[in-house]
């Protein structure tokens, strides 16, 4: 298996969205390629500290505005 | 020589974003006209989904309509939800809707999310550096909010939203495709480029070489 198919099959393999005999020659590449193995946990980590983070608080500004739009239509809405 | 196995990726969720037992009943009595549950679900996400919309749309302005649109348009039509997906999966893609209707207002020409994209190939740099196991404890949480939301907004639209919606909302590959009107298949590719590109400007930051 050459790197290339390491990087185009990346998304599918960190996805699990690969069948058995693929994933297991991934991984034995993965065993002997330092570079690759890098690649794929780097990218991996890269995913998991996007997906762990926070959003900032609103703007105290901003939730006031949507609170009041909020109120303003919803009232409207019920009656 | 061995090495360590790198295993599928597991996120463990953070408390906030678990759904909590009470929003079934939160979406019922909301539908059946109560103002305050409707509220309380508003509380739960007006972050995540300001993030969202400022995430795609690059403007405060326009993410602060956006989100206010979505939201008084999911409470104008919450009783078509079904109850089939989760109700954030539901506000998401009203938001996103919204969102890429501002997006496209202010920038006609230039946001085509079913352009052709070809493998990230390229972007992939030899000579790849370690990172070490929790990089993100380097900075602090204002500055790594800093670090993400540029990164993420030095990608084009297309890339910046399939990446939001997949790995940051965490929608499914076929939820995103069907949220942008895309292929499962164009969803992948983006999403490979896309994370490519941030690993690529994550790497200036958390790589032991710059930071030893």
Redesign the interface.
């Known amino acids: 298996m050459k790197c290339k198919t390491i990087i185009v099959e990346l998304a599918n393999y960190l996805d699990e969205e690969l069948d058995p005999s693929l994933r297991a020659e991934i991984e034995q590449h993965l065993n002997k390629c330092q570079d690759c193995r890098l690649i794929v946990d780097t990218t991996k980590k890269t995913i998991q500290i996007f997906c762990n983070s926070e959003p900032a608080p609103l703007p105290e500004d901003t939730r006031r505005r949507l609170h009041e739009a909020l109120q303003k239509r919803l009232h409207r809405v019920r009656t | 020589m061995?090495?360590p196995?790198?295993g599928?990726?597991k996120?463990?969720p953070?408390p906030?974003q678990v759904v909590k037992d009470d929003e079934p009943i939160l979406v019922a009595s909301a539908k059946a006209?109560e103002?305050s549950a409707?509220?309380t679900l508003?509380g739960r996400y007006?972050?995540?989904i300001?993030?969202l919309t400022l995430n795609i749309t690059q403007n405060?302005e326009d993410a602060?309509d956006a989100?206010?649109e979505a939201?008084?348009k999911a409470?104008?039509h919450l009783g078509e939800f079904e109850g089939n997906s989760r109700f954030y999966t539901w506000l998401v893609r009203i938001a996103v809707n919204q969102a890429l209707m501002k997006l496209r207002k202010r920038r006609p020409n230039v946001v085509s999310l079913d352009e052709q994209v070809d493998?990230?190939?390229e972007l992939?740099q030899?000579?790849?550096?370690?990172?070490g196991p929790s990089?993100?404890d380097r900075y602090g949480?204002t500055e790594?909010?800093g670090i993400?939301s540029s990164a993420?907004a030095e990608l084009d639209p297309p890339f910046r939203i399939v990446?939001q919606l997949r790995?940051?909302e965490?929608l499914s590959?076929e939820e995103t495709a069907e949220a942008l009107k895309l292929s499962v298949p164009a969803v992948?590719s983006r999403?490979?480029r896309a994370?490519?590109k941030?690993?690529q400007k994550?790497?200036k930051f958390?790589s032991r070489s710059e930071n030893s």
Not at chain 2, 126 to 131: L, M, Y
């Open positions: 061995s090495s196995k790198i599928p990726i996120v463990s953070l906030s006209g103002i409707f509220e508003v007006e972050s995540k300001y993030r405060r602060e989100m206010q939201f008084l409470f104008e493998t990230g190939e992939v030899r000579d790849v550096q370690d990172w990089p993100e949480q790594l909010g993400l993420i990446f790995d940051i965490e590959t992948k999403l490979l994370r490519l941030l690993r994550l790497d958390f």
